[in-house]
């Protein structure tokens, strides 16, 4: 169900930025100390937009990776506590 919202949230997202970037083709100039580039705006909102998901990716990965690796030594400990509960609960029950 979340995967599902996610996914009809970017779809939704990604119609909106198209539409915006369409209606929106008059040629810009961006003054950028000494450079001075006339472009379109769309050309520019995509490529800011692709510039910022680029940037997210990158800034990301890393944490992904590292929830991944808590995630994975989490589930070690469970594991080995829950057979050391086990262990337990059958000497509680050998005792009784």
Known sequence: MKQTTYLVLTIITLI????????NTGEV?????FWNIKTSMALLIFSL???????????LTPIIIALKSTLKKDKK?????????EVYS?????NE
């Open 16 to 23: 909106f930025i198209v539409v915006f970037t369409l209606q």
């Open 29 to 33: 100039s961006i003054n950028l100390l």
């Open 49 to 59: 937009f692709s510039f910022g998901v680029i940037i997210a990716i990158f800034v």
């Open 77 to 85: 400990i469970i594991s080995e506590l829950q057979g050391t509960n």
């Open 90 to 94: 059958e000497k509680k029950v050998d």
